[in-house]
């Protein structure tokens, strides 16, 4: 029988990890990225300790169920498929024995792998596949983007998703937070459902928070910000998140519900009477006269 027919190489490549060089094992079936100890040695430990951190609640096995030891993790810049990934965590486990560590000392799992499909959709949707930093990219990633989007395919066909309405692209611009109307499920008309955002899809700079939110007439409005620095644009139908039925079983002490006719006006900027609070001054100790100067120069004074 063939060798070639029992075994066959384990694809890698290399990749920029914290602006170094490393070969890596793409690993579509490893939820966690790692380097070797002996490479963080030679290229990493010269920055110090304070980079590495360490924590005790993560337990990482191999396939075979036997446990892989680690000294702590990195938070690196890895470059993939075109994209630099800021913030990556990577783990540093031991050497393990034999010299294939040597050969290949870095594993690229599925939470980088998975980081760039979500900066790749955000910027791109779909077309992220003609992309030719992606089709030109190792069989075993591009399969493994693709993993990624039919995820967010099956997250996308749930009766609780929420698309951007209208015909036109929404700009946000940099540093503001813009109510968003979307289409949503007509069972949830008439009622306040909870949005919950996605854990990706939504362009880069970006966010959303859960909240509970009025849905009319099919529409739910949902509160976007833009945390980037540039405009960033939210096309129609792009999918933000989810929504679901709530009850509201009791409140906090000392919080009332707030009818949406009143929220609907309370939500616009609107200034109270700046009287208000100087005529709320006790001044009856002060003679009448007295009392109208001093009103007199608060007012000039506001």
Known sequence: MEVSKLMSSCPHLGKSMGGIAVSCLVDTGSMVSTITESLFQQHFEPWGQEHLKSFHWLQLRAANGLAIPYIGYLELDVELCGKRLPGCGILVVKD????????????????????????????????????????????????????????????????????????????IPDGVLKIIAATCSEQYSGSTVLFEPLDYGLPAGLLASPALVPAVRCMAYIPIVNVGTSNVLLYPHAVVGTLDEVCVVSLPAGVTEVPPLVAAVTAQSVSPP?????????????????????????????
């Open 96 to 171: 393990p024995p034999g010299c294939v560590s040597s050969q290949v000392p870095g594993v690229l799992g599925m939470n980088v792998i998975r980081k760039c499909y979500r900066e790749l959709f955000g910027h791109h949707g779909l077309a992220l596949f003609d992309l030719p930093v992606v089709s030109g990219a190792l069989k075993c990633v591009v399969q493994a983007l693709q993993k990624c989007h039919q995820a967010n395919v099956e997250i996308d066909q749930s009766a609780g998703k929420v698309k951007v309405c209208g015909k036109r692209a929404c700009r």
């Open 274 to 302: 700046v009287q208000d609070p100087i005529s709320a001054i006790d001044l009856g100790h002060l003679p009448a006269e007295v009392q109208d100067k001093v009103r007199a120069r608060s007012w000039r004074s506001l």
